[in-house]
């Protein structure tokens, strides 16, 4: 018996992690101006957006591609152009749905 996940439902797993990845940064960076002084240098507050750039671009990266790459140095080449493939899909539809979900609140 194959045990293994269908692709879409890999990549569901790491969209859902994704997504919930970016919205706690987002809700940490809409209260990082309750939690923290205003700095007294603009250039302490570029570094650290810079610096959180950087350290989500591993992040992003990690979740996406993590596992995409393990399976294509294993030689899988088609199921992790699969997951790659269905991931953004499944990111296209979080997309869409938070969308949708903002536009009935507008109503």
Same mark, same amino acid.
């Given at each position: ?13 790491? %969209?859902?992690? !994704? &997504?919930?990845?970016?919205?706690? #940064?987002? &809700?940490?960076?809409?209260r ?11 250039i ?35 199921? %992790? ?5 269905? &991931?953004?899909?499944?990111i296209? #539809? ?6 949708? &979900?903002? !536009?009935?609140?507008?109503?």
């Amino acid at each position: 018996m194959n045990n293994e996940r269908h692709p879409a439902v890999i990549a569901l797993i790491q %969209a859902l992690g !994704l &997504s919930a990845y970016i919205a706690l #940064v987002a &809700s940490l960076m809409y209260r990082i101006g309750d939690l923290m002084p205003t700095p007294n240098s603009p250039i302490l507050g570029i570094s650290f957006m810079l610096m959180l750039f950087v350290l989500s671009a591993l992040v992003c990266g990690s979740i996406m591609l993590g596992y995409p790459l393990l399976l294509a140095k294993e030689g899988k080449i088609k199921k %992790a152009i699969e997951i790659v493939g269905f &991931s953004m899909i499944w990111i296209f #539809v979080i997309m869409l749905l938070g969308i949708l &979900s903002i !536009l009935a609140t507008q109503v």
